[in-house]
């Protein structure tokens, strides 16, 4: 990739920021302020095999920006937030989410800094089926108060003009090592390779659409991995801005995703169906599926890594052998 100079992460523990890391690693690049804040969770060991200049508790990086000791930073790739869509306090939302988002895109433009930020696909709501990030965005009605914190700063970006020279990020349904830490959060790869583990099968919600089988339902699922190089591709792509979405393009049911969690265990698929909660039925989406149009048209060329490649790469290099990303052997 091309130099930028120092690449300022936040979120740079977490998943998909812990993999940007990662990915800058592999290119050589270890010119990084890693950014985050360290809880009580063991997303601290994701840095560990990971090489960068200098570590920031978030809540320091805006007196960092003010005394002007960052004026070597070029590029910021902000996954920094409260990433729960169960989080319900919206004073801590709209702080971690919008507040500390504007604050820094505000620097980052100001200074002529390239800035890729995190929004997300929870910010298109109830829509399903295959989702433009050309939508009209005020359109946008999210299901709960984290997707409407990053439709917030969405929204404040496109009405200042910011999205002319800024890059938000639309991610979908990710999943790969370093997500240990996320809890309820994990995703369902991670959470069917444990319950396979400890009681050979696996439980998913049954279906309340006449029109999906149970395990039917879609989702877009998107490796960790290919998240990040679209990420970079973008941070590096000077004509690119505005939103992205940031899926594999294609939805897959949950009885493919978590068969192919069997399949690279080399056990036989045993699924067990479970009443869906009812507080969640009425807000439930039965197919989401990323159009990553304006994606190709940035000159995004890769391939997608097939579902049933992405788990098996995932399960056997990282979670059957409890490795972090930077901690694989080579090959």
């Not at 320091?60 to 169960?86: F, M, Q, W, Y």
């Not at 159009?291 to 060329?301: C, F, I, K």
């Amino acid at each position: 990739m091309a130099d930028r100079g120092t690449i300022l992460v936040t979120g740079a523990a977490g998943l998909i920021g812990s993999a940007i890391v990662w990915a800058l690693n592999q290119r050589g690049h270890e010119r990084i302020i890693a950014v985050d804040r360290l809880d009580r969770s063991e997303k601290w060991r994701n840095l560990v095999p990971l090489r960068f200049d200098d570590y920031l508790e978030a809540d320091a990086l805006p007196g960092k920006i003010e005394l002007g000791l960052l004026n070597d930073v070029r590029s910021i790739v902000h996954l920094g937030a409260c990433s729960s869509t169960t989080e319900t306090d919206g004073r801590y939302l709209v702080e971690n989410n919008f507040n500390y988002t504007k604050m820094l895109a505000e620097w980052a433009i100001q200074r002529g800094i390239r800035f890729a930020y995190a929004s997300s696909a929870a910010t298109y709501g109830a829509l399903e089926g295959r989702v433009s990030d050309g939508l009209d965005i005020t359109t946008l009605r999210p299901l709960n108060m984290y997707g409407f914190s990053k439709q917030m700063f969405d929204r404040h970006a496109a009405s200042r003009g910011y999205l002319d020279r800024i890059v938000g990020l639309k991610y979908f349904n990710v999943f790969g090592p370093n997500e240990d830490h996320k809890g309820d959060m994990r995703s369902v790869v991670n959470k069917a390779f444990r319950q396979i583990q400890e009681t050979g099968r696996v439980r998913l919600f049954r279906s309340h659409r006449p029109e999906f089988a149970d395990g039917e339902q879609r989702r877009d699922f998107l490796y960790v991995k290919d998240a990040v190089d679209m990420t970079l591709h973008l941070l590096d792509e000077p004509g690119a801005h505005g939103l992205f979405n940031i899926g594999s393009g294609e939805s897959h049911t949950w009885r493919e995703l978590v068969g192919a969690v069997f399949a690279a265990l080399g056990r036989p698929v045993e699924i067990e169906f479970i009443e869906m909660p009812v507080e969640l039925r009425a807000k439930y989406q039965y197919w989401t599926e990323a159009s990553v149009d304006r994606l190709r048209q940035a000159g995004y060329g890769r391939p997608m890594t097939p579902l049933p490649d992405a788990v098996r790469d995932y399960v056997t290099r990282y979670l059957v052998p409890d490795r972090r990303l930077g901690d694989e052997p080579a090959g």
